[in-house]
């Protein structure tokens, strides 16, 4: 069964300081790997999306996450983090062909000034 | 291009009651899943519809059932409503012929019973 962990439940970053949201998956096969991002009281909104060839995707935001196919990996990384960036970060899973995603627990990011 | 639309945005149930979700796909998509997410949990996957027919299904009793009309909108349906049942349900949408899972979520509709 694929499922996905996120160990960060909670994070706190200074305005303008590096990011990176840990993401670890289970899945037998290659899989399709995405980035959400949830507002309160939102749907969630794809910042990104792995599917096949280079392991760096780059995706909205000025987000971009790397696939590390030998851990397991799909870390969501941000150079300077904005104060509009606050919200609930989450990794989901796909298998090839038409199957359900599942997501992780979220992390739910905190910026200070 | 409107996106996924959902309604209610709100709902307030008691237990024991049935529930009716609704969710109108992204323009040109023909393929509806839905997820219910708990305070402080990820979306949980509840079941997919295309074809007007449920192709797969999560973890979830048979309370939940929904229904998919030619026009690719979608209702999920919920009887007997339990406390557990309170969260926010979110319909995303997608092309079952497109290249990957990629899913477009609506805002959600917020059931909350007492």
């Known amino acids: 069964a694929q499922s996905v962990t996120q160990p960060d439940i909670h994070i706190t970053v200074s305005e303008g300081a590096s990011l990176e949201l840990r993401c670890n998956y289970s899945?037998?096969?290659?899989?399709?790997l995405f980035w959400y991002v949830q507002s309160p009281g939102q749907g969630l909104q794809l910042l990104l999306k792995y599917f096949s060839g280079d392991t760096l995707v780059q995706g909205i935001k000025g987000f971009e996450a790397e696939f590390k196919r030998s851990q397991s990996s799909f870390n969501l990384r941000k150079p300077s983090v904005h104060w509009s960036d606050a919200a609930e970060y989450f990794c989901?899973?796909?298998?090839?062909?038409?199957?359900?995603?599942?997501f992780g627990t979220g992390t739910k990011l905190q910026v200070i000034p | 291009d409107a996106g996924v639309t959902q309604s209610p945005t709100h709902l307030i149930k008691t237990r024991g009651q049935q529930v009716t979700l609704r969710c109108s796909p992204k323009?040109?998509?023909?393929?509806v899943s839905w997820y219910q997410q708990a305070l402080g949990q990820g979306p949980q996957f509840i079941f997919q519809?295309?074809?007007?027919?449920?192709?797969q299904r999560g973890n979830f009793p048979d309370r939940f059932s929904g229904h998919q009309f030619p026009n690719y909108s979608s209702e999920l349906n919920v009887n007997a409503l339990l406390l557990g049942d309170s969260a926010l349900y979110l319909c995303a949408s997608s092309l079952a012929s497109g290249p990957s899972n990629e899913q477009f979520f609506g805002p959600g509709t917020r059931l909350t019973v007492l």
């Open positions: 519809y295309y074809e007007e027919e449920e192709r």
């Open positions: 899945y037998g096969a290659t899989p399709y």
């Open positions: 323009s040109g998509h023909d393929t």
């Open positions: 989901a899973v796909a298998g090839r062909g038409y199957q359900k995603v599942t």
